[in-house]
C-alpha cells in the first residue's frame, strides 16, 4: 500500500505527458484485427474478409474502431503505467474500463498525434484508479481522429491519503459516461466466437506486451492460474460481434464505445456476446460460455442503423 508520507498528489496531477507519436501500417491493421478474432470462424466471411484483404479490388481494409486503443500504447509499453511519484506494482494493475469516441472512420495507415492528459485519480483504500485520456489526432492534417479515456485499477497503490476523506480528482463530471443496466428481455441478436489458447499472444503483437498475458509465473503472482486475455481483445471480440451482428459488417457506423472489464477470460474460451437494440445504442454484454460468467458489458452507439435491421 502507498505511504502517504512519500505520495504527493500534486506531483502527479501536475505531470504533462509529452506528445507521442504512433505511426502504423496497414499490415498492423490486419494484425489487430486478426488477434481480436477476425475470419477465425470463416477465412472468407462476408463481412470480416475487408479487415485483412483487399476484397473486390477495394483500395484500403477498413480498420476496426476499437484499434483506436492502441494509439496510446507506448503509455505502457511493458504494462507499466507512468504516474510520477506513485509507486505500485505493474503486475497487479488492471484494466478496468474502456471508453473510445470515433470522430472519423481510422485511415488504414497514418501517423497520430496523442495528447494524454490525467482526467482522473482516485484513492479507494486498497487500491489507486487512474483515469488517461488520449486525443488522437491525424499528424498531417490535425484532424481530430478519436478520444480515449482508460481506467486503470492499481491493487496495492490505495491508502495514500492524509485525511480521513478518500484523495479524489476528477477533470470530469462524474458519471459522463452513464452506467448500463442489462436488459431483463430476451436479446435481440447472441453471437458467440471461440478465442484460441494463442489469442493473448497473437494479440500482443499489437503491442501490449504486459507480460500477464503470456508468462505463467507472472499470472500466478497475480493471482491467475496462467495468463489471461487483454481485456482490449475480449473488448475488440464483443465490438466485431456487435458490426457483424447490428452493422451488417461496416465499422465506419460506430460512434461511440463504452466497456467495463468484470471479469478475466483465460484464452481458449467461448465468448457469448448478447446486445439489445435502443435506438441507436447497443447495449450489450459478454459471457465466458465454459464459466457461465459474465466479464464484460457495456454500450456501443452507432451514427445510424442498418437499413435491413
Known sequence: MAN????????????????????YTE????????G??????????????KLVYHENGQQFVKVLPTFSALFSLKL????ALELPGLEYDPRLLLHGQQ??????????????RNEVSLAGFHDKGKAAIAEIETRSYEKE??????????TAFLRGAGGFSKSSQPFSYS???KNQVPAVKIPKTQPFKVFEDSTQPSQALLYRLSGDYNPLHSDPMVAKVAGFSRP??????TLGFSVRAIIKCICRGDPDMVKSISGRFLLHVYPGETLITEMWLDSTRVIYQAKVKERNRTVLSGFVDLNRLASSL
Request: contains cysteine.
Open 4 to 23: 502517504s508520507s512519500e505520495f504527493n498528489a500534486e506531483l502527479l496531477l501536475s505531470h504533462k505527458y509529452p506528445e507521442r507519436i504512433f505511426t
Open 27 to 34: 499490415r498492423d491493421a490486419v494484425i489487430y484485427a486478426l
Open 36 to 49: 481480436v478474432g477476425a475470419c477465425g470462424r470463416s477465412a472468407v466471411d462476408v463481412d470480416e474478409l
Open 76 to 79: 505502457m509499453p511493458t504494462g
Open 99 to 112: 471508453y473510445i469516441e470515433i470522430y472519423k472512420p481510422l485511415p488504414s495507415n497514418g501517423s497520430i
Open 141 to 150: 492534417s490535425g484532424e481530430l481522429l478519436c478520444m480515449n479515456r482508460m
Open 171 to 173: 477533470n470530469y463530471p
Open 228 to 233: 489471461i486475455l487483454h481485456g482490449l481483445c
